[in-house]
């Protein structure tokens, strides 16, 4: 069985670079699980980012898998496996829904950095780091002055400031 998380599936819907391996994993529907938190992290996405017709044509393509709703076992498992390797909720819930199910994870996200049964296609952009590119010393740049990754933004731009946890801002103007 494979689990692409949310961050594998964007990848894929917006044809990025790193597409053609997450691809592979989706290839055979039959073995796909789809964890809820899943398809609403990459519906929200969708929808803030191309419409509704655009996230519910995504859903649509996640749903010829298998989705799977957190349940008892995957929640308290989620809660070890946060603490164990330092995740965020979200990608808890994933880990836990994927070992429950002896899934293999196909992920970007570098927070499954160094995790058993995880495959990390490390992200192939420029400035692909914790800190977002368009974000230059506490202050957001315009669109203009952001790099090419910004290009899909919406109008509210992503700006996490030196510190966590990310707020949101609007461009500044010069």
Known sequence: ???????????????????????????DTDQILVPSV??????K???RQRGPSAALQAVALMRQGRIVESDEQIALLAAEL???????MA??????TARVHAAYVWTQDADFDGIENVT???????????QRPWHQEGRCATRAN????????????RCPGPTAPPRTCRPRRE
């Open 38 to 43: 899943c398809l609403y992290e990459v519906y």
């Open 45 to 47: 996405v969708v929808l």
């Open 146 to 157: 952001a790099v090419p990754v910004a290009r899909k933004l919406p109008r509210r731009v």
């Open 82 to 88: 946060s603490l164990k390797h330092k995740l965020p």
């Open 1 to 27: 069985m494979n689990l692409v998380d949310s961050s594998g599936w964007l990848e894929y819907f917006a044809d990025g670079p790193n597409a053609p391996v997450f691809a592979k994993a989706l290839r």
């Open 120 to 130: 990390l296609v490390p992200e192939s952009r420029p400035n692909a780091s914790r």
């Open 91 to 96: 990608d808890s819930v994933i880990l836990a």
